[in-house]
């Protein structure tokens, strides 16, 4: 099976423009997982879809928004972008939420400037 | 907040000899995964540990977790370069996300 792809794997916006970045899921994945990745942090959880619905939000601003498609393919929008955004994003599958091991995507690296 | 946090928050060593990286956390869980993370990639799972195991291994991994110090370790046996990477612990606290560690930073020295 092919794996997570993220598109596109880098990224350099201005501050205020939005920002949209797509994950594929490994097929026949409907858990979709959004993580944001800032040096020498951990992984902060951004959102969970599931079935195109979403199960769980973190503690992110309004300005992060996303969905899940009805192929289980899933985005993420960040609306005007702030200095702080720069990140790597990473989206994680699994075949069903609480299936315990995830399956990430090479992730797309974001440079706000 | 961070469930899980990593101890040391890196770790140098020759390649060849064994690393040791532990990770703490705060509420009761019912797993503890860790992950391997190479330079700016995404993440690969290394190996789940159930609340009600107290060792596992995998290959040149062992973890183990104590639920009473609500604390895992994990041991990379006869290190390689390769193996230059951070590790990170991942703990489920909640029926809706897994809560991470900061990560180690592994260094092999060829």
């Known amino acids: 099976k092919a794996g997570v792809t993220q598109t596109p794997r880098y990224l350099i916006k201005t501050r205020g423009q939005q920002v949209t970045l797509s994950c594929s899921p490994i097929s026949g994945h409907r858990s979709v997982s959004w993580y944001q990745q800032t040096p020498g942090q951990g992984l902060q959880f951004l959102f969970e879809y599931f079935s195109e619905t979403q199960r769980n939000k973190g503690n992110f601003p309004g300005r992060f928004s996303g969905r899940q498609f009805s192929n289980s393919r899933s985005e993420m929008n960040v609306s005007t972008l702030e200095l702080g955004d720069s990140a790597l994003y990473l989206c994680?599958?699994?075949?069903?939420?609480?299936?315990?091991?995830?399956?990430f995507g090479p992730g797309t690296r974001l440079t706000v400037l | 907040s961070q469930q899980g946090e990593e101890d040391p928050q890196a770790l140098s060593i020759q390649e060849g000899e064994n690393a040791t990286m532990n990770c703490s956390y705060k509420t009761s869980i019912n797993n503890l995964q860790w992950y391997r993370q190479n330079s700016g990639r995404g993440l690969v799972h290394l190996i789940l540990?159930?609340?009600n195991e107290r060792e596992k291994h995998s290959g040149r991994l062992r973890v183990t977790l104590d639920t009473s110090k609500k604390s895992s370790s994990l041991l990379i046996t006869a290190s390689r370069a390769a193996d230059t990477a951070s590790y990170f612990c991942?703990?489920?606290?909640?029926?809706?996300?897994?809560?991470w560690g900061a990560g180690t930073k592994l260094i092999i020295k060829p």
């Open positions: 991942a703990t489920d606290p909640s029926d809706y996300q897994l809560i």
């Open positions: 540990i159930r609340s």
């Open positions: 994680a599958s699994q075949e069903a939420p609480r299936n315990n091991e995830q399956f």
